[in-house]
């Protein structure tokens, strides 16, 4: 009995290996083909995106996603919209825990909290492989670069400082275009005077940012006078303390305390201010990027120009704006990931998003374009590319530009410290 019943479970066992063996060879009823349940999963790669938008209303982006989503049908971009105030709280909320996007818009000085907490994935392997690379502007990788030696951000928005100025303003006073910071004294000085004959300074050569928001044009003083214009020089010492420095920042804080060649409000004036000063014509000369020039030529008309920021003793260095793309470790799809945010900064999609945004080609052949080759305010933004840069990148420097650079140089433009304690105290900050 026992064998007998061994014999007619063994005769099972084979039926069943063979009716087994003849379904994965497309046997019996079942109609499925060879694969089939793992294409179902992975066919449609789905991604999640996060962006902020200067214009909320912009459809440029989503019918970039749309074209995206049609060409490439493996993979499924669906985006969402968040306005800037909450962007970053969010945005590092949801990513540490566990419920962020796969990719989003980024900016560099959010890279050390981020990377702390190892949630940015390393894009080198994949760039290396992008043939887009070499299209991007040549000292781009190098500001990108995060001080461990990697890219964890794939260029996307540009913007860089230089100065406006009005024309008929320059011509009334006999002046030309400054090339250098000593040049740019005394054509502020031509400049500042009383135009209506009432014995008060109504116009000032340059509307000087003393407030929040103001250490980057700043810098473009300081930094001209630095060999090698960095913060920090290869022994990692900052270089604020230096006498070429402490002599830069002097000539900055002497704009005000001196010269007197900038509006009397400049230690508390922000960006609101000092664009208000230059359309009304209280200042000949101001700061800013491209993202004003609309602004400007609505107000002006042909009488608004620009140029690169002068030369000091040790060449040129402007401040960069900027918005990238990344990809966060998470995401279960980091190759689908990186094809979206690589096709973002690509030829065609670049050109329509930066005419339609007015932000700065991050590629050199888009610079020849006739949509940006014709744009004065394009050209200074390229003149200006190759000293462009961005602040160090660390934990201290959020307290350093929101509160202790406004502080500090508030209070040397009011004279209550002077230039060596100033860049003692900014230097310190930057380094504790």
Known sequence: MKKNLKRVLGLVVVFVLLASLMTGCGGGNNTSQPGEEENKEGEVVKLKHWLWLDNPNDPTFAQLVEEFNNTHPNIQVEFEVIGWNDFHTKLLSSVTGGSGPDTSSFKLTWQPEFIGQDALLPLDDFLNEWQGKSDVVDNLWDVLKYEDGKHYVMPWELQVLYMYYRPSMFKEAGVEVPETWDDFLEVCKKLTKDTDGDEKIDQYGFAMRGARGGHEPWASFVLASVPGNTFFDENGNCTFTTPEAIKANEFFLDLYRKHKVVPPTAPGDGFNEIIANFKSGKAAMVVHHIKSSNDMIQQFGDDVDAFAVPAGPHGRWTSMGDTENVIYKSTKHPKEAFTFISWLSEKEQMLRWCKTTGNVPILKSLQDEDEFKNNRFMQASFESMPYAHVYPINENMGEWIE??????????????????????????????
């Not at 209070?411 to 002077?418: P, S, Y």
């Open 403 to 432: 509160s202790l650079w406004p502080a500090t140089t508030q209070q040397a433009l009011e004279g209550k410290i002077d230039s060596k304690t100033m860049m003692e105290i900014l230097a310190e900050g930057m380094t504790k």
